[in-house]
């Protein structure tokens, strides 16, 4: 079996559902959707089988059958796969199948030989996808609320590669605008106060203690070059945003978060890219001189409408025109934007996924207007994930941050405290989309409350079950395990955990399709909770445990299922960032 596709429980069923659609619709004279899109699931019952499918009542008003009638049909077609040991009709038409044991077994030794390779596909190829992430302004070290997009932006980024998608992954600095100039306020300020000289504090300046540092390093490379020097701003503007740059580097590498290029939104400016851009569009007759309505809940009599130069994204969905160029003459942020997506297009990505923070949400339509605008004939799929807030629990209070007020929790600070691979996990227990609490006491206590811990407690034990194993039968290993006949029935829970086992891959394939990293947390703990139930019945009875040191052809049975559930946890908690542990302490 080649490497780069895995063996995969529900597309090799999936096929077999298709077939007996496509004979019966020759057998009947019917049409059938080219693709035919349906459900395929492991019911929660495993009284409804271990698979079921809702095919018959998507076809049913097509064929003009019950779908009761026409899942009859095919369950006497289905019926004669030997890969199916039975099929019932249920409720309003849905066919549950009970797949051959050897089927299942079959899956798993497919599992062990392709080892780190099981799940890769290569449904991404041809696709060339720009991943942005973080784009914290560089205005000082991440703070706490950063590690969500972070984490997730990292992880998917991840994940396409593991996909066969051809990915980069950006970082844009937004080095140019008026966050900055307050930022080389700042830190020249510090600086005099380092030099002994008495001054005022700048009306906006960034308190943070982190620019102390920085104006001690300032000093050091500079000495006092640059006091009462009339042309201090560019150049201690540029080594504020270098300066804090390396810290937020330094932030990402201890969260184990990697960028291939930073684009600098100065460099993209001084370039002339923004005017090149934005002349492109206005030769499709995208910009034009205009004024906008006013402001919504703004009094029309407030307002004083005023020529200027406007994107026409109401041509692409959007709600509004939005402008391009303020009245002095500089870009809006939205043309910069513009002009960096261009950049992005013309390097040749079919796909751009941005993450953003939850409050850029009315943001979203005119950035998709743009891509529109400027994709021409060869669409490029643009999509923004927006990350909901997370909130820091301490002691049963939520910590409040302001980076203006110098009362932020620094993301390193967090790391420092429970742990890249804790840090990691949690963010991903919960859709980007959703808010989500992180508890600082709750993340690192060992109980099956905490995912991290459960999932890690799962891997260290099925490591405690090898080195059980190797005691008597030092020659049982993953290589021997594939190859190891399975003469008696599976229990229940040895199904259940096989089932999960073999959803691996379209789990993977799912999270990378849909954008949505946090698939695999939830894919994991569900894993665990397998292994722990099959685990607790070993305990319980003597006949399911693991190792048998009287009985190695029993004990070779069962590492077959170990060393695939230890292959498979690994697997996702290496994709996600997170290291397996072999033993808890």
């Not at 699931?41 to 049913?60: Q, R």
């Not at 009462?228 to 978060?257: H, N, S, Y």
């Not at 100065?266 to 499709?284: I, K």
């Not at 190792?547 to 292959?567: C, K, S």
Request: aromatic share 10%; charged share 25%; hydrophobic share 40%.
């Amino acid at each position: 079996m080649s490497q780069e596709v895995a063996c995969d429980l529900f597309s090799l069923f999936q096929g077999f559902v298709q077939d007996a659609v496509t004979r019966l619709a020759l057998h009947y004279q019917q049409q059938t959707p080219d693709p035919l899109i349906f459900s395929l699931e492991i019911p929660k019952e495993t009284l409804f089988g271990d698979l079921s499918t809702n095919v018959a009542m998507v076809l049913a008003k097509a064929w003009r059958l019950s779908p009761r009638d026409l899942a009859q049909f095919l369950q006497q077609d289905l019926a004669k796969n030997p890969e199916i040991v039975s099929i019932d009709v249920a409720g309003a038409g849905f066919l549950n199948m009970t797949i051959a044991q050897s089927c299942l077994i079959s899956g798993l030794k497919q599992s062990l030989e392709l080892g780190e390779h099981y799940g890769r596909s290569s449904i991404g190829k041809g696709h060339k996808v720009n991943v942005e992430y973080v784009s914290a302004n560089p205005t000082g070290p991440l703070h706490a609320g950063h590690l969500r997009g972070a984490v997730a932006g990292d992880v998917l980024a991840t994940l396409l590669a593991f996909t066969g998608h051809e990915v980069t992954r950006e970082y844009y600095v937004n080095d140019a605008g008026h966050q900055v100039d307050v930022l080389a306020d700042s830190l020249y300020y510090r600086y005099q106060i380092l030099l002994g000289k008495t001054v005022s504090e700048p009306e906006e300046f960034y308190p943070g203690a982190y620019l102390v540092a920085s104006a001690q390093r300032l000093e050091e490379r500079d000495g006092a070059r640059w006091l009462d020097c009339p042309e201090w701003r560019v150049p201690v503007t540029d080594f504020a945003v270098q300066d804090m740059l390396q810290l937020i580097q330094e932030d990402m590498k201890a969260l184990g978060v990697q960028h291939d290029l930073f684009s600098s939104e100065r460099a993209l400016v001084a370039s002339g890219r923004v005017a090149s851009a934005l002349a492109l569009l206005e030769g499709r007759g995208l910009i034009y001189e205009g004024t906008l309505p006013p402001p919504k809940g703004k009094p029309a009599q407030d307002w004083t409408p005023r020529p200027q130069r406007l994107f026409r994204s109401t041509q692409f969905g959007d709600d509004g025109d939005r402008p391009i160029q303020k009245p002095d003459g500089s870009w809006t942020y939205f043309a910069t934007d513009i002009a960096y997506h261009a950049d992005k297009i013309q390097r040749g990505f079919t796909a751009l996924v941005d993450f953003w923070g939850a409050d850029h949400g009315g943001y979203v339509p005119r950035m998709q207007a743009a891509v529109k605008a400027l994709s021409g004939e060869k669409p490029v799929s643009f999509d923004a994930r927006l990350c909901q807030i997370v909130r820091f629990i301490q002691d049963g209070q939520e910590v409040r941050m302001s980076k203006r007020a110098g009362t932020f929790v620094e993301a390193k600070d967090v790391i420092d405290r429970v742990g890249k691979d804790a840090v990691r996990f949690f963010l991903l227990t919960r859709r980007d989309d959703a808010p989500l609490d992180f508890d600082f006491a709750k993340v690192v206590e060992e109980t099956r409350d905490n995912p991290v811990f459960y999932v890690q407690y799962a891997h260290a034990r099925m490591y405690s079950v090898i080195r059980q194993c190797h005691v008597p039968f030092p020659h049982l290993t993953q290589a021997s395990a594939k190859d190891a006949p399975f003469s008696r029935d599976f229990s229940p829970q040895e199904r259940a955990l096989t089932k999960s086992l073999l959803a691996w891959p379209r789990q993977v394939e799912l999270a990378a399709r849909l954008r949505e990293p946090h698939r695999l947390a939830f894919y994991l703990i569900e894993v665990a909770a397998a292994f722990h139930a099959l685990w607790t019945t070993g305990k319980e009875h003597a006949i399911l445990r693991f190792v048998h040191p009287e009985d190695e052809q029993r004990t070779r049975e069962n590492m077959i299922l170990v060393h695939a559930a230890r292959n498979v946890l690994s697997l996702g908690l290496r994709l996600i960032g997170v290291t397996p542990v072999e033993a808890l302490h």
